[in-house]
Nanobody, 126 residues
Framework: EVHLAESGGDSVQAGGSLRLSCVASGDTGSYPAMAWFRQAPGQGREGVAIIHTDAGVTTYADFVKGRFTVSQDNAKNTVYLEMNSLKPDDTGMYYC???????????????????WGQGTQVTVST
């Protein structure tokens, strides 16, 4: 079992930056694929980025490439999402999630993840 706890969400103006954190505990070694998702009001969850916590390999959704960076600090069992050049469309609840495999399947499909955090709210205003 894995427990995930996000933090770092806030309200910012367009063009601003935020860094989200996701602290993992439990059987983290069995779930090396850690992803960030977001959900806007009335919409489904969409994949933002994923990282393999052993290899450091990353993949991003097209709509965040060049603006967001996912990284890890294994000593702290923490995955980060650095978000720059934020837009109002980036507004939503941001979640981290864990699954057993990095390759294969569809990384941006929320149904493929076994554990979720409670989320942290990001609001970007004009």
């Amino acid at each position: 079992e894995v427990h995930l706890a996000e933090s770092g969400g806030d309200s910012v103006q367009a063009g601003g930056s935020l860094r989200l954190s996701c602290v993992a505990s439990g059987d983290t070694g069995s779930y090396p694929a850690m992803a960030w998702f977001r959900q806007a009001p009335g919409q489904g969850r969409e994949g933002v980025a994923i990282i393999h916590t052993d290899a450091g390999v990353t993949t991003y959704a097209d709509f965040v490439k060049g603006r967001f960076t996912v990284s890890q600090d294994n000593a702290k069992n923490t995955v980060y999402l650095e978000m720059n050049s934020l837009k109002p469309d980036d507004t939503g609840m941001y979640y981290c999630a864990a699954r057993r495999f990095f390759y294969g399947g569809t990384w941006s499909d929320s149904l493929e993840y076994d554990y979720w955090g409670q989320g942290t709210q990001v609001t970007v205003s004009t």
